[in-house]
């Protein structure tokens, strides 16, 4: 049995980092400059993620009859919400990463992912520094902002801020100076290279409140109350805010235009969007005109950078009630809840309410712990030492 559990543990472990690092990888500019070779990796680390994942799922021979019904209540939706949104691979992988968390320790989950995140921005200033890989910068009125080997200049620095979100959540109340120190330098260099201000500031507010937490020694409190609102409620919230922003936005309305500007066009490209695709039942097939891997722009730019509401207009409205009422109960029974996996969490979904990576578990490995709600949490409420 022991030999069993060793077993499954090695497939999730495996399937998860295979999946992470490469998806990881695809951000920067090997994808662009061994492009070939690149999709062959990537559609093949793809499909062996996913046979690993089967393969655990069989090995969990005792389903409980809560997990079996979900499962089964769980494929139909998101074949059906995959297929009309032509996101189908993408949503059933994290399905399967979601529904095998069994006899899996999601504090060794997250400490993966915060290894994974440092090791591809190291190998990628490794390679940049060697010119392994090619690397361009755009001209702006602030000054001169580089892409430092990523195909996007927002890349890296979202990377290392997910990545810091992660660390405070292992590191608990053993938050020292020093964390505070290579922190802050890394967080800076990234800020003065990219330009990227969302995940500098952000980094920094995770950072700042939980050494205060640790200097006024707060822990954890089931009665602490504005946490546990938040929490709960701050999904739904926030895409209300943004959808009605976005809604309404027009030029005659000189305040949405200037918290428009402020927010880099957030509000009105989001108004775009929902004109042109709308809200529907399961979602859209939505395609996006970015700028491409050299900073080009051909037509009229429209991606919609808020997690929720792209959520909500590519997956449709049964997927969003379905995220925002899991993440709703998920406080009720997540075994490792604790005031620094609440700050982590929240800072997250404050972060996406105007950029677009909640659904990405190689940026968020925290939507594996939805599956607590499916899971016995006795079998995913393991230890694990602070880094």
Aim: hydrophobic letters at 50%.
């Amino acid at each position: 049995m022991m030999y069993k559990i060793k077993i499954n543990t090695a497939l999730y472990f495996i399937a998860f980092s295979l999946y992470v690092f490469i998806n990881l990888l695809a951000t920067t500019r090997l994808s662009v400059d061994y492009s070939d070779g690149f999709y062959l990796l990537m559609s093949s680390s793809l499909y062996l993620t996913i046979f690993l994942l089967v393969a655990k799922l069989l090995l969990d021979y005792k389903m409980s009859v809560q997990l079996l019904f979900s499962f089964l209540i769980s494929i139909p939706i998101i074949l059906f919400v995959g297929v009309k949104s032509s996101n189908l691979i993408l949503l059933f992988t994290l399905l399967l990463f979601i529904f095998s968390i069994k006899d899996i320790n999601l504090e060794k989950l997250v400490r993966v992912h915060f290894f994974l995140s440092i090791t591809v921005l190291v190998i990628t200033q490794v390679l940049l520094s060697i010119d392994a890989i090619s690397d361009i910068s755009v001209r702006t009125i602030n000054g001169v902002y580089y892409y430092m080997g990523y195909r996007y200049l927002s890349y890296p620095p979202n990377i290392f801020f997910h990545a810091i979100c992660s660390y405070v959540f292992l590191k608990k109340n053993k938050i020292n100076f020093w964390d505070l120190l290579w922190i802050t330098l890394v967080n800076y260099y990234y800020f003065v290279k990219t330009g990227v201000d969302s995940a500098f500031y952000f980094t920094l507010l995770i950072l700042v409140i939980s050494y205060i937490f640790k200097v006024s020694k707060i822990e954890y409190q089931k009665d602490l109350k504005l946490l546990t609102v938040l929490e709960k409620t701050l999904i739904p919230f926030e895409l209300a805010i943004v959808y009605f922003l976005s809604k309404n936005f027009s030029y005659a309305n000189s305040k949405l235009v200037a918290l428009d500007s402020f927010l880099s066009n957030r509000i009105r490209l989001g108004n775009d969007a929902l004109n042109l695709y709308g809200i529907s039942t399961f979602g859209n097939e939505v395609t996006w005109n970015t700028q491409d891997v050299f900073g080009r722009y051909y037509g009229k730019y429209l991606f919609v950078d808020s997690s929720f509401l792209n959520i909500l207009i590519t997956y449709g409205i049964v997927f969003t009630l379905i995220l925002i009422v899991a993440f709703y109960f998920l406080p009720n029974k997540n075994p490792y809840r604790s005031i620094y996996y609440q700050l982590a969490f929240i800072i997250i979904v404050l972060h996406s309410m105007w950029d677009p990576q909640f659904l990405n578990i190689w940026y968020n490995p925290f939507l594996t712990f939805l599956g607590v709600l499916i899971v016995d949490y006795k079998q995913t409420s393991m230890k694990v030492r602070n880094i």
